[in-house]
């Protein structure tokens, strides 16, 4: 049999580890991204040209077995163009929802999840009188190209409308009300061809200045029906787009209930930690899925390794000695240059229970203590 290949567009931290995770099983990874020094390329091949470049685009198919994406904005003509070629998930017609966050939520609350009240909003008037019908706090964001915190503004005060439709009114937005939440929990799950799917845990995160700090399993204490609630929504989701590959959604703790924030079509970096739990890690089980392999079902987080615990590497990397020094570390550099707010790496911890408060709380002392380019704790 000839080797597989695999074909990722994007070439950032997140196609990078899908090379590395599709190497172990001997499939070969071709990248697309327009920046040449794309960290994806230290480790698998990269074609780079822009999206909207068909002759680039036609030498990244050429030999592919199949094609995937690392980030979920990908223009969709490029995905399209891809997969008259080869087959591509996850498809376009499920990834073009998540590019526009209206159309997400009708995605979200047709699947059965909560989501948090709402208004399209298409003039400053509209802003005004939508603050004043969901009430302050709320939050603008544009509908589209928005992560790690970016495209928001929080409004609080009457006095902040005007600044928020200054900076966000020149796009397509949406006011969400505020939402006040106990804790931020995602579920990742992965479906395969056959419609096989199988989910991870749910999984805890914090989050620091808008992007992902800590993530840690077991997510202690959440309510039963409502995770199954959750996760056949999730289901449902999977199951109604024909979806194959990895999916996240980012859901909000308020007294009990779980309320669906936004999703990701790809592998997520709350799901990090499973690179060094037991059982097929997301990277690996995404690859699988997209090459039409069966995915592997995660294994129980029981005795010796009960929890697992990420901390994301922001805007520098403590020295490597120091990370490489401590039983249970698993150190994930991506080959970026530090830059203030730029995710550069993450560490892993696997490990009993009732050890993961103790070793999260060392970790995130020794990033905390290591001073970023910009001259702040990151």
Same mark, same amino acid.
């Given at each position: 049999?000839?080797?597989?290949?695999?074909?990722?567009?994007?070439?950032?931290? @997140? /196609?990078?580890?899908?090379? +590395?995770? $599709?190497? *172990? #099983? &001997?499939?070969?990874?071709?990248?697309?991204?327009?920046?040449?020094?794309?960290?994806?390329?230290?480790?698998?091949?990269?074609?780079?040209?822009?999206?909207?470049?068909?002759?680039?685009?036609?030498?990244?198919?050429?030999?592919?077995?199949?094609?995937?994406?690392?980030?979920?904005?990908?223009?969709?003509?490029?995905?399209?163009?891809?997969?008259?070629?080869?087959?591509?998930?996850?498809?376009?017609?499920?990834?073009?929802?998540?590019?526009?966050?209206?159309?997400?939520?009708?995605?979200?609350?047709?699947?059965?999840?909560?989501?948090?009240?709402?208004?399209?909003?298409?003039?400053?008037?509209?802003?005004?009188?939508?603050?004043?019908? @969901? /009430?302050?706090?709320?939050? +603008?964001? $544009?509908? *589209? #190209? &928005?992560?790690?915190?970016?495209?928001?503004?929080?409004?609080?005060?009457?006095?902040?409308?005007?600044?928020?439709?200054?900076?966000?009114?020149?796009?397509?937005?949406?006011?969400?009300?505020?939402?006040?939440?106990?804790?931020?929990?995602?579920?990742?799950?992965?479906?395969?061809?056959?419609?096989?799917?199988?989910?991870?845990?749910?999984?805890?995160?914090?989050?620091?200045?808008?992007?992902?700090?800590?993530?840690?399993?077991?997510?202690?204490?959440?309510?039963?029906?409502?995770?199954?609630?959750?996760?056949?929504?999730?289901?449902?989701?999977?199951?109604?787009?024909?979806?194959?590959?990895?999916?996240?959604?980012?859901?909000?703790?308020?007294?009990?209930?779980?309320?669906?924030?936004?999703?990701?079509?790809?592998?997520?970096?709350?799901?990090?930690?499973?690179?060094?739990?037991?059982?097929?890690?997301?990277?690996?089980?995404?690859?699988?899925?997209?090459?039409?392999?069966?995915?592997?079902?995660?294994?129980?987080?029981?005795?010796?390794?009960?929890?697992?615990?990420?901390?994301?590497?922001?805007?520098?990397?403590?020295?490597?000695?120091?990370?490489?020094?401590?039983?249970?570390?698993?150190?994930?550099?991506?080959?970026?240059?530090?830059?203030?707010?730029?995710?550069?790496?993450?560490?892993?911890?696997?490990?009993?229970?009732?050890?993961?408060?103790?070793?999260?709380?060392?970790?995130?002392?020794?990033?905390?203590?290591?001073?970023?380019?910009?001259?702040?704790?990151?």
């Amino acid at each position: 049999m000839s080797q597989m290949v695999l074909g990722v567009l994007g070439g950032g931290q @997140l /196609g990078r580890m899908l090379a +590395l995770a $599709a190497a *172990r #099983l &001997g499939v070969r990874t071709r990248l697309f991204d327009p920046d040449p020094e794309a960290c994806g390329g230290q480790v698998a091949e990269l074609v780079t040209g822009s999206f909207d470049d068909t002759e680039a685009l036609a030498r990244f198919c050429d030999g592919l077995t199949a094609a995937t994406i690392e980030f979920e904005n990908v223009p969709i003509a490029a995905m399209q163009f891809v997969s008259r070629s080869v087959p591509m998930n996850p498809n376009p017609g499920a990834v073009v929802a998540c590019q526009d966050r209206a159309m997400e939520r009708d995605v979200l609350c047709a699947a059965g999840f909560e989501v948090p009240e709402s208004r399209l909003i298409a003039s400053r008037a509209e802003l005004e009188g939508a603050c004043a019908e @969901l /009430g302050l706090p709320s939050v +603008l964001k $544009a509908r *589209r #190209l &928005g992560y790690d915190g970016k495209g928001q503004f929080w409004i609080r005060h009457a006095r902040d409308i005007e600044g928020a439709w200054e900076a966000l009114g020149a796009v397509p937005v949406i006011l969400d009300r505020g939402v006040s939440f106990n804790r931020e929990i995602s579920l990742l799950a992965v479906r395969d061809g056959s419609g096989r799917a199988v989910h991870y845990p749910p999984t805890e995160n914090v989050h620091q200045n808008g992007i992902l700090l800590t993530s840690c399993v077991p997510a202690i204490g959440i309510n039963s029906r409502e995770l199954d609630r959750a996760q056949s929504a999730l289901c449902a989701m999977l199951d109604r787009s024909n979806y194959i590959g990895v999916l996240a959604v980012e859901l909000f703790e308020v007294n009990g209930k779980l309320i669906a924030n936004e999703m990701a079509p790809r592998v997520h970096n709350s799901g990090h930690w499973t690179m060094n739990s037991l059982g097929a890690c997301q990277f690996e089980n995404h690859v699988r899925a997209v090459l039409g392999l069966p995915v592997g079902e995660p294994l129980p987080l029981t005795g010796s390794m009960s929890a697992a615990c990420m901390v994301n590497l922001i805007g520098s990397v403590p020295p490597l000695e120091q990370l490489l020094g401590a039983q249970g570390w698993h150190t994930h550099l991506y080959g970026k240059s530090p830059r203030a707010g730029r995710k550069l790496g993450h560490v892993n911890w696997c490990g009993p229970r009732e050890q993961m408060e103790s070793a999260r709380g060392e970790l995130l002392k020794l990033v905390k203590s290591h001073r970023g380019l910009d001259g702040c704790h990151v």
